[in-house]
């Protein structure tokens, strides 16, 4: 196995990467390291040059691991392997840290039946699309009254989505509203990496969270 050695001059994009990766094969500069094998086992102080040899002759590189010990850290490992293992978990990280946004969708005590029915579609829609769900119903003046009927209505629509959606915070009355959150059953949708035109616009949330 020949190792690579770094061109003289490269690129900046190029350069700032590689210098935030560890130390590999001839790149170690230091006389002698501490070396750890294939399988980990500790083989002690070795001269650097000794360790290369090692590591040609092992068909591996030698990555150096900690570069601040005295001496440096540096095991025998398939370098271009751990890159792309490296990698692979970096990205099942991402996926599963993913943002889940929280949705609104407004209701009033007295919700006509064709408005109720088009923000029970918005509601289904966002917890779909794996969105949390915040779902409110607003009081003005007098209709605080309405507290009992209104806590009704939200268990209502909590079972009206029980198919996809799952209630994480009961409903409460917060000043002069009454709300419940609501979480996407698992497996159940995902928020989409991009949006259609318009389909998520202020405007359009606005739709789904206007009064009644």
């Known amino acids: 196995m020949a190792f ?8 900046p994009d ?41 590591a040609q002759t092992d068909g591996v590189d030698l990555v150096e691991v900690a570069p601040t010990a005295r001496p440096p850290v540096c095991r025998l490992m398939d370098f271009g ?4 293992l490296q990698k692979k978990r970096q990205q099942e990280a991402k996926r599963s ?4 946004e929280v949705k609104e969708v407004k209701f009033r005590p007295k919700t006509e039946k064709h408005d109720y029915e088009t923000k029970m579609a918005h509601a289904r829609r966002f917890i779909e699309q794996g969105h949390r769900l915040k779902v409110t119903v607003m009081f003005r003046g ?16 909590a079972r009206a989505l029980l198919d996809v959606a799952v209630m994480d915070v009961a409903p409460k009355v917060e000043g ?7 979480n996407p059953k698992r497996g ?25």
């Open 4 to 11: 690579r050695r770094p061109p003289e001059e490269e690129r």
């Open 14 to 54: 190029a350069a700032a990467a590689r210098a935030r990766e560890p130390r590999v094969n001839h790149r170690i500069r230091v006389p002698e390291v501490r070396l750890i094998g294939v399988e980990g086992e500790q083989l002690g102080i070795v001269a650097t040059e000794v360790a290369l040899r090692m």
């Open 81 to 84: 392997k751990f890159k792309y």
């Open 97 to 100: 840290s993913t943002h889940i």
């Open 142 to 157: 007098r209709e605080m009254a309405f507290t009992d009927a209104s806590r009704i209505k939200l268990e209502e629509i």
């Open 176 to 182: 002069r509203t009454m709300s419940m959150m609501m």
């Open 188 to 212: 159940v949708g995902a928020a989409p990496a991009a949006t259609t035109p318009g389909a998520n616009s202020k405007a359009g949330e606005r739709g789904s969270e206007a009064d009644a």
